[in-house]
């Protein structure tokens, strides 16, 4: 089945600086790509997503790229803010199945 | 338009008790999941429904049973409950059109503690 790896697991970085989380699929059938954001005690809540015939997507400061060949998409966050500050999870979908699987998550901190 | 609304919010259990979570969602989804998390392990699938009348296994289904009640409402049960079920358990649901994929919207967790 799908297996999703997510690195690293924790990442601090100044504010204003740039982050970058980077997650490997090891089925090449996946399809679909989303990247959820959860705030300490909330629900995790989707913040971009990409589909396996686009290489790249961005939404103001967010951006996701994705690399078929080498089976890796990564969430791109610049000049980074205090409340960019959470845990956030990829996950990917094999095309034909209706189910995701998620990467292990990565605290990200934002010092000011 | 509430969203996906899961109730409890918080339980304490006794080893041995059961008991059922219960999930809604009232965006006309075709498809709803259930999730555990627990530190380090990020989002484990334990069941899911991908249509009314439809339920399958996840990664964690060991100790759990579920219901598809209709279209709407999806329900956890925890038939004796052990403290290695202690966790945090999201509801999620999605509209599955084929091929179109779409992102799966949570409802705010279920706090469950067992003792």
């Known amino acids: 089945g799908e297996n999703v790896e997510q690195h690293p697991s924790t990442l601090s970085v100044q504010e204003g600086d740039s982050a970058v989380i980077k997650c490997t699929y090891s089925?090449?059938?996946?399809?679909?790509f989303p990247w959820y954001k959860q705030e300490l005690g909330k629900r995790p809540q989707l913040i971009i997503d990409?589909?396996?015939?686009?290489g790249e997507k961005k939404d103001q400061r967010i951006a996701v790229t994705l690399n078929k060949t080498a089976k890796h998409f990564s969430l791109h966050i610049t000049e980074t803010q205090p409340e960019d500050s959470a845990v956030y999870f990829c996950?990917?979908?094999?095309?034909?199945?209706?189910?995701?699987?998620f990467g292990q998550g990565t605290r990200l901190t934002i010092n000011p | 338009n509430a969203g996906v609304t899961q109730t409890p919010k918080f339980q304490v259990l006794k080893t041995g008790q059961s008991m059922t979570l219960q999930c809604a969602q009232d965006?006309?989804?075709?498809?709803m999941y259930w999730y555990r998390q627990d530190p380090g392990m990020g989002l484990r699938l334990i069941y899911y429904?991908?249509?009314?009348?439809?339920?399958d296994k996840g990664e964690v289904p060991n100790g759990y049973n579920v219901s598809r009640l209709n279209k709407r409402e999806f329900s956890l049960r925890l038939e004796s409950a052990a403290p290695s079920q202690t966790s945090v358990y999201f509801c999620?649901?999605?509209?599955?059109?084929?091929?179109?994929?779409?992102?799966?919207?949570f409802g705010d967790g279920t706090r469950l503690s067992i003792l």
């Open positions: 990409i589909r396996s015939n686009v």
């Open positions: 429904s991908a249509s009314e009348g439809t339920t």
């Open positions: 965006m006309n989804h075709n498809s």
């Open positions: 089925d090449s059938a996946s399809n679909y």
């Open positions: 996950a990917a979908k094999i095309q034909g199945a209706q189910k995701l699987v």
């Open positions: 999620a649901s999605t509209i599955w059109q084929g091929a179109v994929n779409q992102p799966q919207h």
